[in-house]
Nanobody
């Protein structure tokens, strides 16, 4: 069973930045596509950004130009750099594989709150 441990969230003012990290219990080079997801209160979990093992990336339209996802197989870690944060970015953020590579177990996530 793969375990994901997310960290780096917090309270930030609109326009601020945060860098999230997700450490996996396995070598993530075994997972071709890794993603960051978020779930806001009362809403379904959504995929925010994804990155392939060769560096290809894709983003939710609402975060394009503000978020950047990256991965380090050596560190078994996936990162999400979030800039120019907006109140609508408030959510719990999780990482996991994407599509058929998504694992059934999810980490506890990291809370991101954007508020003045």
């Amino acid at each position: 069973q793969v375990l994901f441990v997310e960290s780096g969230g917090g309270l930030v003012q609109p326009g601020g930045s945060l860098r999230l990290s997700c450490v996996a219990s396995i070598d993530i080079s075994r997972i071709y596509v890794m993603g960051w997801y978020r779930q806001a209160a009362g809403k379904q979990r959504e995929l925010v950004a994804r990155v392939t093992s060769n560096g290809g990336t894709a983003y939710l339209d609402s975060v394009k130009g503000r978020f950047a996802i990256s991965r380090s197989s050596a560190r078994r870690t996936v990162y999400l750099q979030m800039n120019n944060l907006k109140p609508n970015d408030t959510a719990i953020y999780y990482c996991n594989g994407v599509g058929e590579e998504q694992r059934t177990s999810w980490g506890q996530g990291t809370q991101v709150t954007v508020s003045s």
